[in-house]
């Protein structure tokens, strides 16, 4: 892993976790985010601890791993644009940023689904999946 990539560690069956993947997707024209599922091989080597608990997005950039509401602002200002002005929101105390992330984390199933098995990338998207 080079400390130039920038990874997104997501669960994958989780009905909101992957319209996130699809809205980074969708918007990163560099096509500079990998991705790979929490349960998969490649996250429990990058972060055994998040890919048993299921509990936080993880963001790999720069050779550090950034969790819940740190790493959803640090993906939204390395995507660029307008998407960056969400990062106003990192001047709130983390306490307060993942005490939301957390209540959200915690009902994303019931609120948003949750599928049998992990998302399989279609096609033009295999290259920017790990695992």
Known sequence: MH???????FDGV??????????????DRKKVFKFAPLQGDFAQRASPDA????????YITGGKKY?????????????GGAWTVFFIFWLLPFFIRDFFYTLIARF????????ESCRLPLPEERDRFLD
């Not at 400390?3 to 560690?9: E, F």
């Not at 989780?14 to 918007?27: E, H, M, P, T, Y």
């Not at 969790?67 to 995507?79: E, F, K, P, T, V």
């Open 3 to 9: 400390d130039s990539q920038k990874i997104i560690l």
């Open 14 to 27: 989780c009905g909101l976790c992957n319209a996130w993947v699809d809205f980074i997707l969708k918007r």
């Open 51 to 58: 890919s048993k608990r299921l509990h936080s997005v993880v």
């Open 67 to 79: 969790y819940r509401s740190g790493a959803a602002l640090r993906i939204l200002r390395d995507l």
């Open 108 to 115: 994303r199933y019931q609120l948003f689904g949750k599928s």
